[in-house]
């Protein structure tokens, strides 16, 4: 978790979903290859190459688009949560794939004895005016590259500490660069050689796809942060029935922070839907042996006064609750992080 910086401990579930994911990997390019193969048999050697850079190419483009769908979905459907556990692992997946795609490029200008014209495409700066047409769309697959070394590099949480969460995560947002950069590396590539109106329906598709759930999943946020109008600064919840055991119920005074209210049986505690990790949606999780459990990436804090257990330190603020009339009510001033504030129901 925080204390430290240990190799992965793998367990059952992280098992699996590498198991799954690198089963899906290994079937659709063994697919692609096979199928694009009796459709139309390469002639040569460099032929077999070109087909291995379509199917990893795409195959990496696909992976990329679940890598930026997971969070809105997450955000729109807690059935996705699992997906969101293990991202990291897409994530650096998805380099290597991407990684292998450039690899085989490289491998066919070798092959043809052209390198030195690869160079060239890519330092041929007059091209660069000459959009869309003559631009060196290569480049934009190296940029998209080199936007998921930077996140696949530092996706540990060394970096994490080292860097400090802000400036972690204004990084990692460079992934969407990288998409964009993927998406015309294929629009410039692809498209322009092979003229089959899947290709373009594909492309869009995917691009349209995570753009959508990204605006959805910001219309919901922007709805939840609208907030509510407190009364003498405590806002109502609702019943305390109603919210899921385990689960919590997410609230927010009007103009301010989203707060995170959970239910543990007959134990009810309000936190900072913040996590202390990488400020991810605590309020999203789920109470696991009497810790709320962050979804991102596991990090763990407990029920009655918002603290990691030892030997774990960081800490979330906490909220004062109360029952009036059979409401429950939470107080919208934090309390000092680490604070306990658990109400036990009657």
């Not at 199928?35 to 050697?45: G, K, N, Q, T």
């Not at 134990?267 to 990488?278: G, K, R």
């Amino acid at each position: 978790m925080s204390a430290g910086f240990q190799a992965v401990q793998w367990n059952a579930a992280k098992i699996r979903y590498d198991a799954i994911l690198l089963g899906l990997v290994a079937l659709y390019i063994g697919g692609f290859i096979a199928v694009a193969a009796a459709l139309s048999p390469p002639a040569d050697v460099a032929g077999w190459i070109d087909l291995r850079l379509k199917a990893f190419g795409s195959c990496a483009f696909l992976m990329l688009s679940a890598v930026l769908a997971i969070g809105p979905l997450a955000r729109l459907n807690p059935r996705f949560l699992p997906l969101l556990y293990n991202r990291r692992h897409l994530g650096v997946a998805t380099f290597l794939v991407a990684l292998a795609h450039a690899g085989f490029m490289v491998e066919w200008y070798i092959l043809e004895s052209d390198i030195a014209n690869l160079a060239g495409e890519l330092t041929s700066w007059a091209d660069y005016l000459n959009f869309p047409a003559g631009f060196p769309f290569k480049t934009l697959g190296l940029i998209a590259l080199l936007c998921m070394l930077v996140m696949a590099a530092t996706s540990h949480d060394y970096w994490l500490a080292f860097l400090t969460p802000p400036l972690w995560k204004a990084i990692h947002m460079g992934i969407y660069l990288g998409y964009g950069a993927a998406a015309l590396h294929i629009a410039l590539g692809a498209m322009q050689s092979n003229r089959h109106p899947l290709i373009p329906i594909l492309l869009f598709a995917l691009f349209g796809a995570v753009t959508l759930l990204h605006i959805l999943a910001a219309r919901k946020a922007a709805a939840q942060d609208a907030g509510d109008a407190a009364q003498d600064g405590w806002l109502q919840v609702g019943a305390a029935g109603d919210i899921p055991d385990g689960r919590a119920r997410i609230v927010a005074p009007a103009g301010g922070e989203r707060i995170a209210v959970f239910r543990d049986g007959n134990i009810v505690a309000a936190v900072s839907n913040l996590c202390a990790h990488q400020n991810g949606p605590v309020g999203e999780g789920r109470v696991v042996d009497g810790c709320i459990t962050c979804p991102w990436h596991g990090y763990e804090y407990r029920v009655e006064d918002g603290c990691a257990p030892p030997p774990f330190t960081e800490k979330l603020a906490t909220y004062r609750l109360r029952l009036r009339d059979g409401w429950l009510e939470v107080q919208t001033t934090p309390l000092p992080p680490g604070t306990p504030a658990s109400l036990m129901l009657p």
